[in-house]
């Protein structure tokens, strides 16, 4: 594998989303291989470069849910996600390698927004994680079998274009509404 230098995107990135300086460009005028504490890895050639002291890391996430027991239920059961920390205000969970919080909310109430995407009304706000499609499979099979609603059924949106993805998308008991997506082709992420 030859020396590549880093993408201009990255360098856009380490300097704060604006275009570097001609110092800071030189600066930043490293091949993969040269960046320190670093070595290449097999999907260098993605098309999404990072700043070379970042790695992808777990996400955290805490959110609204106005019953502890039914959100155990779900995403425990439900789901499949292992349990972490808890109290009797919020419970820890391993969403497929990321920290959710579900926090007590007696009150909680789900916001009714919707944006058009691709001919469905996709709910707004909403979290998931982009899966394998394998896991994305299984965890589809999964929720259908335990007869969660789908507000949006699984099915492959944007066939034939860029960021081709197969999606889904379902509320949890308290009302936020959760998407699961997956690529046949990762670099599609942010195909445009």
């Known amino acids: 594998m030859g020396k590549r230098p880093i993408g201009k995107s990255a360098r856009w990135v380490v300097h704060g989303g604006r275009a570097p300086t001609p110092e800071q460009e030189r600066a930043t005028d490293l091949t993969v291989e040269e960046i320190p504490h670093r070595k290449p890895r097999v999907d260098e050639l993605r098309t999404t470069t990072y700043p070379p002291q970042m790695t992808l890391r777990p996400f955290h996430l805490a959110f609204p849910v106005h019953d502890l027991t039914a959100a155990r239920a779900f995403y425990g059961a439900t789901l499949g996600c292992p349990e972490g920390r808890s109290s009797d205000q919020w419970i820890d969970f391993d969403l497929f390698g990321h920290q959710i919080v579900a926090h007590l909310d007696p009150s909680a109430k789900p916001v009714a927004?919707?944006?058009?995407?691709?001919?469905?009304?996709?709910?707004?706000?909403?979290?998931?994680?982009?899966?394998?499609?394998?896991?994305?499979?299984?965890?589809s099979e999964?929720?259908?079998?335990?007869?969660?609603?789908?507000?949006?059924?699984?099915?492959?949106?944007?066939?034939?274009?860029?960021?081709?993805?197969?999606?889904?998308?379902?509320?949890?008991p308290s009302g936020n509404a959760l998407e699961f997506k997956a690529f046949a082709n990762d670099d599609m992420l942010f195909a445009t």
């Open 113 to 139: 927004i919707e944006n058009a995407v691709d001919g469905h009304a996709v709910p707004v706000p909403h979290f998931g994680v982009v899966l394998t499609m394998d896991d994305w499979t299984t965890l």
């Open 142 to 172: 999964r929720v259908t079998a335990a007869g969660v609603k789908f507000g949006i059924a699984p099915y492959v949106r944007f066939k034939g274009q860029p960021g081709e993805q197969a999606t889904m998308f379902f509320l949890d």
